[in-house]
């Protein structure tokens, strides 16, 4: 629905305030009445349009339209594009809108209007159509509500460097209130809604409203546009292509409605821009001048089952002797986990990836910048985990980690749900990275540790640079309070050749600024989330730089 006509009315309408200007105004008339409840939020810049987000919600069954703007400025007097959208109980009354007709690489203010007053004031860009003007991207995953504040959003949203915030997964979690009793830390009074485990498409809505409620997080997607990729528990714990680790068919019904209620929740609450006819589809692309293009994927919802992490290893040769046990785990490795047709990203996906990665360098791009949810680099458990356990630590808890560091000597991977429990797929990826692109980066998650990986590439150098995000908010079990970081960190490099750098203890967030000549990543690490106003603990800094064939090594600064 348009409002013709209305344009130069509401243009005129600079430095109104709030709802007593609005409603006596003739442009609030035919407007809904009814309250913005969760704030504004953008993202998917494209060099001419962004997508604004807002969540309208009225007494009536469908409250009346809103107006949207995007501005210039601040005072909403040099409007660029406006219009009028509504809210109805399919999306759960959340509004969004694909704002075209924006010029490139501009700054803008944007808002809605309705009967009842104004959202808040939102901020956000687009990418810049042509040059290799600078791009910082602020990287977030894993954000556990009950376990604490939103330090990293909120640190995020005071930084006037970021451009762009991306979020590879776990923007929320499926479980209920059951997860306090196992997971003591949990803060009482950060509460979600419903309280018992979500599966229904109102389930994952009313949690995603509980998430943003949250006033650090609606603040970041006020102040900066984001891009999103699901990781597993915006569906569930370990998803897959036909289920999940913790989906009960039994109880909870068939996996595929649960499914699609997840995702239809996600794209209706994200500010993310839906695929025409393509419902689950979230693999796209971004441009960002001639330096980067944005690649986001899918590494969830197309991929095989993973390997149980070597649980056959842990029940049925743990206790035998070694080298039987050595035997057991490389023809695990070599004939189940590692079989050639295993797939994360699903053939389409991979043969789509390809093409991007060569139509950029093609293009001259930098930077090809891969967005996923999972870990590509591998790591191993270092010899002396074991001794990392509290003292507490059940006798099934010190066999885990005995065998993990077993495996470890081995040379192989002891977290299996990540790209390491799909060896050929991982291979097929960085032979792509090298074959096609020009400098690959990687953003991952999942693991709430912070990696650094030099992922293999042959001779020339790394296949791809990669920054695995910590959590924002969700735990380890390497982070027990009291010990030293160091002597962690540096075991887990010593024994995993692809680690350039890693954190296990802080929640945070790392920023990414890319530039023609290096990618410069700053790692943002909260030593405690138990507060809103806990002090940044740590921050380092690594550099890789490009070069003609291909990105550099880390250096760890
Ligand atoms: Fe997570």
Not at 195 to 210: G, P
Not at 269 to 275: F, G, K, M, Y
Not at 461 to 477: M, W, Y
Not at 522 to 538: N, W
Request: net charge neutral; glycine share 8%.
């Amino acid at each position: 629905m348009k409002f013709p006509s209305r344009r130069g009315t509401l243009a005129g309408l600079s430095g109104f305030t709030g709802i007593v200007a609005l409603s006596g105004t003739a442009a609030a008339r035919g407007l809904g009445d009814g309250a913005f409840t969760h704030g504004v939020a953008s993202g998917d810049p494209t060099t001419n349009a962004v997508i604004i987000w807002t969540r309208f919600v009225t007494k009536v069954a469908v409250p009346g339209p809103v107006r949207w703007q995007v501005a210039h400025d601040e005072a909403f007097s040099r409007i660029v594009v406006q219009g009028s959208a509504l809210a109805t109980p399919e999306t759960d009354y959340c509004i969004k809108v694909d704002a075209t007709g924006l010029a490139a690489g501009q700054r803008y203010f944007y808002r809605f209007l309705s009967r009842s007053g104004p959202s808040v004031t939102g901020l956000t860009r687009t990418a810049p159509e042509r040059g290799r003007e600078p791009l910082t991207i602020a990287g977030f995953a894993c954000s556990m509500l009950p376990a604490g504040y939103f330090r990293a959003y909120a640190d995020a949203a005071t930084r006037d460097d970021i451009d762009l915030c991306a979020h590879v997964g776990d923007y929320i979690y499926e479980y209920g209130d059951e997860l306090r009793q196992f997971a003591p830390n949990m803060l009482p009074e950060r509460t979600w809604e419903p309280k018992t485990e979500i599966v229904t498409y109102a389930d994952y809505a009313r949690r995603y409203a509980s998430y943003r409620a949250d006033p650090d997080l609606q603040e970041l997607h006020r102040v900066k546009p984001f891009v999103h990729v699901w990781d597993d528990h915006e569906f569930t714990n370990d998803a897959w292509r036909e289920g999940a680790q913790n989906h009960q068919p039994v109880t909870e019904g068939p996996w595929l409605p649960r499914r699609d209620a997840a995702a239809k929740a996600w794209f209706d609450w994200l500010p993310v821009r839906p695929q025409a006819g393509e419902p689950r589809r979230i693999h796209h692309t971004l441009k960002w001048g001639d330096l980067a293009h944005l690649i986001m994927l899918d590494s969830r919802l197309m991929r095989d089952k993973q390997p149980d992490s070597w649980q056959s290893l842990l029940t049925n040769f743990a206790d035998g002797d070694r080298a039987r046990f050595d035997r057991e785990a490389l023809r695990l490795w070599q004939d189940e986990i590692g079989a050639p047709n295993r797939t994360v990203l699903g053939s389409d996906q991979e043969t789509w990836l390809a093409g991007q990665l060569k139509a950029s360098r093609d293009a001259g791009m930098n930077w090809q910048v891969l967005i996923e949810g999972s870990v590509l680099g591998r790591f191993q458990m270092p010899r002396q985990s074991e001794g990392w356990l509290t003292p507490d630590a059940s006798a099934n808890e010190k066999k885990t980690r005995r065998i993990l560091a077993q495996v470890g000597e081995l040379g192989l991977p002891f977290d299996t749900p990540l790209w390491s429990g799909f060896p050929a797929a991982r291979e097929r990826l960085l032979a792509s990275c090298k074959a096609n692109g020009s400098n690959v980066f990687a953003f991952g998650g999942e693991t709430h540790i912070g990696w650094a990986f030099n992922l293999p590439g042959g001779q020339d150098g790394p296949a791809a640079v990669e920054i695995a995000c910590t959590a924002v908010t969700s735990s380890n079990s390497f982070r027990p309070e009291g010990f030293d970081d160091a002597s962690r960190e540096a075991a887990f490099i010593e024994s995993s050749p692809e680690l350039a750098w890693c954190d296990v203890h802080h929640w945070g967030y790392t920023s990414v600024r890319f530039d023609a000549k290096a990618a410069t990543a700053d790692f943002t690490g909260f030593r405690s989330i138990s507060t809103r106003d806990t002090p940044v603990a740590k921050r380092s800094q690594l550099v890789a730089e490009t070069t003609k064939v291909g990105v550099r090594p880390w250096i760890v600064s």
